[in-house]
Each structure stands twice: as structure tokens, then as C-alpha cells.
């Protein structure tokens, strides 16, 4: 397998320059063959097609490694999965979580449930083991490994053998995915299906229109209904499969037809069996204001992908820079009509017109595309310095990066230091719920699908910042029981309960929860 810069510059340019299946013309590959000086001595000592998939065993082990038995409270939206599991497996209704909606807290959950794909992922895990969150978030590893595959064939024809195992160990060494591993979330099941829906839509775009590609759209439709199905958001594919053939043909082609009317056709029957994404609808607000706010939280959350451990001015620093390369390699992708650049142009603008603030989980799905970018874009510099200029760029990035995963991965999980569902104190909590609350009781706490999935019992949760006679107003509109104090509850339970301290009285604490009863009546009076 040895090849000399020109064999590979002639390989490499056979390809269809076109943004869809590939990136791959003569001054990029020159780029890349001026990164590999060597190429034929060093493609004589490294078979980097064994190297990468190697690479990928070893990452995709290590992700399971390590997974806790808990959960923390922080993301309850586990708790909510894991209750549509659990309907799904036992015949229940499936938007039944035990969750009261309120008007001030709109994002905690969408009034009619989540979507139902990760779900029913998680369904055969509950049905087998019962209440095992080590054994959900083994599948949710697992999920991961899939995606980490499916990303190594989708990335090939864009970089040089060696650069797609640069690629490869920045996004699967990644701390920010590192971080999330030990997590019950929908990210790494929609990184799996979105990731495999642009290689399914990469070959069916490949040769003239027949019943091999007919079937390619078939499944690009379901691939691209599991992406909208395992996040609400996962449309943003849909819509730039829509925006790439139509740059690259014109005109709506058959395959783009009939992959939509599949992806159409299962959503309604989604929104008629399950759920629909009417609660995400009407939690949306959109302004000018809210948008500048997000580009800017946004901004500060993609830093952290570039997190160190020792130094916040080195960590944006390098974000600035890299993110530098990042756009020089969007502009070039976003002119050749890549899916995958409109997909991160219309996913970035849900995101940032949606509302509400989810930090770094919100970029988590395109991360692998940005870090993709990021390796295009140096290429791209290099094109344009002599070649001991494009070797010291290369090298002093080479470093900084590594530094910064070097300091990052060893990092502490930012999860250790939070209340966890496995806590003592949680324990006694959920046991004290079940054995001195009635099961037509509503709880008031600021994660309430935990407490409904260990105690049973229906919850509801405040807005971070209402007012004391707003909160009081709830309570008495939904007949709320108990409210529930910790000290990294948000201010409106504080407010809530020195306010009208008189309508309350303690029945339990413990280290890290207090719990409050509503006395009956008073609360009623005190509102009108």
C-alpha cells in the first residue's frame, strides 16, 4: 500500500469534487500530501486503515469503563426517559411522567413528553433489568460506539488516511464527550442516528435513480425520522438534506421525495400514537434579545471544548483560534453544497432562536463536525504558507491541543462534585416520600422527574426566578402537598418559603433536603 504524493494527488482527485459525497480536488490533497512529506516511507511503517479502526476499539471500550450506578440530579431529564420507558414496557400512557406543568418554568419538560426514540432504546433494558441505571447507560455507551464507527467511514473521503486519525482522536478522546458518558442522555443516541443518516444519504446520492437508490431513500427516511425522533431539534437534518439537493440538482429529486414522505409519514404517526413536539412549540419564544443572549452563553459553552484543567485564558484563547480554522472550512464546505454545513447552519439556528439555554449539550451533536472543521480548516492554512511554515503551524497546534486534552480528560467529572440520585441522603429522601406521602399527593422540587420516578408520586417545579406570590399562587391552583428544599434549589423556593414561612411546616431533613408540608386552607386564603 505505498503511494507517492503524485499517485495519491491523482487518487484523491478522482473524486467528485462535490460537497455531498466528498471533499476532494487537487490543491487539498497536495495540502494534505505537503503534511505527509513522507508518504512513502511513512505508509510503508503505518497501515493507518488498521491504526484507525484500532483506535476506535480502544475508544469505544473505554467508554464503558467506569459507569456509576447513580445519576445526577442536575439532568433529571434521565428520570423522564426512563418513565417513558417504563410505560412503553408496562402499557401505561405513554406521556404519563408524573409531571404538573407550569406556565413559569415552561423548559423543565415538554407537557406532553419526550420524543419516544431513545425511549424505546432504553425500553428492553427496563424490561430486562428492571430500574438499572448502570445497565441504560450502557447502552446509551454503546450508542456512542456506533456513532464513533459511523463518524470514522463518513469522515474518510474528506482527510488523508493520517489526518482521520487526527480527527478520529479529537473527537473521540474529546473531553466534552468524555463528559457525558456517564450520563443518561438522548445526545450520544442522536449523534448515532445522525451521523449514520449522512453516510445513508451519502450513497444513496451515488449513480442514476433505480431501485438500489429508491431503497437508500427508504432508509434515509428512517434514519432521518430516528434523528427527529430521538430529538425534536434532529428536523434540522431533514431540512438540509432538503438544502443540498437542491443547491446540487436544482430541482426536488425522487430520492428527496421519498426520503421526506417517510420521514412525514412516521412522524404523524408519532404525534397520533405517542407524542407530539406541541410542548416544545409552546415553550419556544423567540427575540432579538434572547437570540444575543444564546450566541453569547453558546460561545462560552463551545470553549469548553477546549477545556484544560489550568488556564481559562488558554482555553478561549486556543477556542478563538481554532474556531478560526473552523469557519475558513465551513465557507469552503457551505460553497460546495455539503450537507453536513447546512446542517450546522440551520441545527445552530434553532438552537439559538429556541429560548432556552442548555449549554454545552446543545452543541454536543455537531461537536464531531466542528472538530472535523477545525482539521479542514488548518489544511486550508497550510495551503497557503511554504512548507517549513505549514510544519511549525501544524506542530504548535499539535501541541496546544494536546496539552488541552492531556489537562482535560484527567479532570475530575464535573458530575462528582453534584447531589446524585445514589447519595444517602437522596435515598432517605425518596424512602421518606414513599412511606409518608399519598400517591395522589403533588410535590413541588426544582428536578422533579427524579422524584417522580423514585417516590412514585406526581411533582411539579417552579420558575428559577417567579415571585413568592406567584409560587403561592401555583400551589394553591394545584393543590401542591409538599415542597421540597435543597440548597442548590433555584431562588424561588427560598422566596417561596420565607415569604410565607407560616404556610408551611418542616416534617423532614437530613443533610442535603428538607421537606415541607402545606398547611391545609391557609395557603388557599393567603392567595385571594
Known sequence: MLENHESQISRLSAVPPSGYPS???KERARTWATLQPDADCLGAAVDFDWLTWTLVAIIAASYFFGLTP???????????????????VEGHPYPDIHYVPNREAPWVSPANGYPPLYPLLLAPVYWQFGLDLRAMKM????????FLAAFTLWVKPLVSPALRVVTLV??????????????????????????VALLVIRR?????????????????????????????????????????????????TRFLVLALAVV??????QAVLLTSPKGYVEAAHFSARSVLENVVSYGKSLSHAWENGFSKGAQGGLTVVLSGFAVVAFCRRIRQGSIEAFYLVIYLAILLAWGAQIGMRG????????????????????EHLQQPKGRALVAAVAVCVAITYFGGLPQRSWQASL?????ASAQELFTFLRAQTQPSDLLLFSKPRSIALFSGRTTASLGPEESARESMRFVREKDVRFVIQAAWNPPAYARLLSDDGAQFCEVFRNRDFQVFRVRAGQARANTQ
Not at 73 to 86: E, L
Not at 363 to 381: E, Q, S
Request: aromatic share 12%.
Open 170 to 195: 479529537l473527537v473521540g478522546l474529546s473531553p466534552a464527550l468524555w463528559s457525558y458518558r456517564d450520563l443518561i442522555s438522548s445526545e450520544f443516541p442522536y449523534l448515532m442516528f445522525s451521523f
Open 139 to 146: 447502552l446509551t455507551a454503546g450508542a456512542f460506539v456506533i
Open 70 to 88: 447513580g445519576h445526577v440530579f442536575v439532568q433529571d431529564d434521565f428520570a423522564a426517559y426512563v418513565m417513558h420507558a417504563a410505560n412503553i
Open 204 to 252: 444513496g446520492s451515488e449513480g442514476a435513480w433505480g431501485l438500489r437508490q429508491a431503497g437508500w431513500a427508504l432508509l434515509a427516511g428512517l434514519v432521518l425520522y430516528a434523528c427527529y425522533g430521538t430529538r425534536t431539534i434532529g428536523v434540522a437534518l431533514s431540512g438540509a438534506l432538503i438544502g443540498a439537493e437542491l443547491v446540487r440538482h436544482r430541482k426536488p
Open 363 to 382: 452543541l454536543l451533536p455537531v461537536l464531531p463536525i466542528y472538530l472535523t472543521y477545525v482539521v479542514l480548516g488548518i489544511a486550508a492554512a497550510v
Open 23 to 25: 471533499l476532494a480536488f
Open 264 to 269: 412525514a409519514g412516521l412522524a404523524i404517526l
Open 419 to 423: 447531589a446524585n440520585v445514589n447519595d
